[in-house]
T-cell receptor, first 115, second 114 residues
Framework: DVKVTQSSRYLVKRTGEKVFLECVQD?????MFWYRQDPGLGLRLIYF???????EKGDIPEGYSVSREKKERFSLILESASTNQTSMYLC??????????????FGSGTRLTVV | AQSVTQLDSHVSVSEGTPVLLRCNYS??????LFWYVQHPNKGLQLLLK??????LVKGINGFEAEFKKSETSFHLTKPSAHMSDAAEYFC????????????FGAGTRLFVKA
C-alpha cells in the first residue's frame, strides 16, 4: 500500500559531500514536493515540480537543487552538504486540481545528519 | 493572502479525556482545510479534510473537526484521548486559486498522560 517512497529513512553524511535524496510515487501524480522539517519551524517548502523536467523554488531553495527526469521520481540534491542542512526531509505528491480535495500524500521522511 | 495559525504548540491531556487542537486560518477564497498527523520519525498522514461539503468532518481514529467560517476556525477534536494519539498535528489550508497555495501550520504536539 506504499504510495510515496523515500529511499532512505536515515542518512549520515560528511560536510562537503554531495547528497541525493530520492522520492518515488506510484500514483501518477503530476505534482511533487520537497519539504524540510525542523523543530519549531514546521514544514518549509524547498522545491516543487508540477511536471517532468519542471521545477519551481519554494521558500528555502538555497543550497539545494532538484531533478525530475521521470514523472514518478523527484530527487533532492545537496551539492555540498553543510551541518545546517541536518534535518528531516519529507517528500509529498498530489494531483493538480484534486489537491484541494485529496490533499498531499507524504513519504515516511528521511532524517539526514551532516557531520 | 493565506495563513494558518495553530494556537498551541503543545497540548497535554490525560488518557480518556477530550482533545482540542485549535487552528485559525485566513484565506482570500473558499479554502479547503486539512489536518495531518505525524508520529515520531514518520511522514504525515491525512486525518481529515474539509472541502466545502458538510461543515462537521469526521476523520480516522475518532477525530473530527468543524469548519466555522464566521470564526475562521477549523479546530480538531476527539472525545476521548488514547495513548496512541500522542503525535504532532498539522493544520493545512489550501485555496482554490491555484495548485500550489497550500500552507502548513507550525504544528501542535499532543502529549497523552496515562
Amino acid at each position: 500500500d506504499v504510495k510515496v517512497t523515500q529511499s532512505s529513512r536515515y542518512l549520515v553524511k560528511r560536510t562537503g559531500e554531495k547528497v541525493f535524496l530520492e522520492c518515488v510515487q506510484d500514483m501518477d501524480h503530476e505534482n511533487m514536493f520537497w519539504y524540510r522539517q525542523d523543530p519549531g519551524l514546521g514544514l518549509r517548502l524547498i522545491y516543487f515540480s508540477y511536471d517532468v523536467k519542471m521545477k519551481e523554488k519554494g521558500d528555502i531553495p538555497e543550497g539545494y537543487s532538484v531533478s525530475r527526469e521521470k514523472k514518478e521520481r523527484f530527487s533532492l540534491i545537496l551539492e555540498s552538504a553543510s551541518t545546517n542542512q541536518t534535518s528531516m526531509y519529507l517528500c509529498a505528491s498530489s494531483a493538480p486540481r484534486k489537491e484541494k480535495i485529496y490533499g498531499y500524500t507524504f513519504g515516511s521522511g528521511t532524517r539526514l545528519t551532516v557531520v | 493572502a493565506q495563513s494558518v495559525t495553530q494556537l498551541d504548540s503543545h497540548v497535554s491531556v490525560s488518557e480518556g479525556t477530550p482533545v482540542l487542537l485549535r487552528c485559525n486560518y485566513s484565506s482570500s477564497y473558499s479554502p479547503s482545510l486539512f489536518w495531518y498527523v505525524q508520529h515520531p520519525n514518520k511522514g504525515l498522514q491525512l486525518l481529515l479534510k474539509y472541502t466545502s461539503a458538510a461543515t462537521l468532518v469526521k476523520g480516522i481514529n475518532g477525530f473530527e473537526a468543524e469548519f466555522k467560517k464566521s470564526e475562521t476556525s477549523f479546530h480538531l477534536t476527539k472525545p476521548s484521548a488514547h495513548m496512541s494519539d500522542a503525535a504532532e498535528y498539522f493544520c493545512v489550508v489550501s485555496d482554490r486559486a491555484g495548485g500550489f497555495k497550500t500552507i502548513f501550520g507550525a504544528g501542535t504536539r499532543l502529549f497523552v498522560k496515562a
